[in-house]
């Protein structure tokens, strides 16, 4: 997964019942007319499902909003979630922005979102190569 700095919506925030990022300019990626990927990544143990509600958001001055849409990421009790999607092509405007809500009180959860170059994809066991060795 490759990503910078200017490119974080959330960078491993605590969860709270609601949040707002920041705006991310999204122009460089619409110009090259090619998918603009957003991943999402839920970490930590909480005691019961939670789902997490991201609104995205686009906007021309960072002032008047307009959604795009919901995406909803399901997170089980102790294990972490990773969801990938693509910006809708309709995303024209210079700025885009993610406001979450989630489903039921969460302790000790991390949330991570952000604009990736591809699909997070992990390894395997037995595809990651280190230094000539198979990693198991």
Sequence with gaps: MITDQFCIFFD????A??????????????????????????????AAAVTLTANIQESDDKTNW???????????????????????????????????SVSATTTGLTFWAGITRDHFAPYAPGQYIDAGKVVA
């Design 12 to 15: 491993n925030e605590a969860v």
């Design 17 to 46: 019942a609601s949040g707002i990022s920041a705006a991310v300019n999204v122009s460089p990626f619409a110009g090259r007319d090619e998918p603009v990927n957003v991943t999402m990544i839920i970490n930590g143990a909480n």
């Design 66 to 100: 307009e959604s795009l849409g919901t995406v909803p990421v399901t997170k089980p009790d102790a294990l972490a979630v990773v969801k990938t999607f693509i910006l809708p092509r309709e995303t024209k405007k210079k700025f885009v922005r993610v406001i979450y």
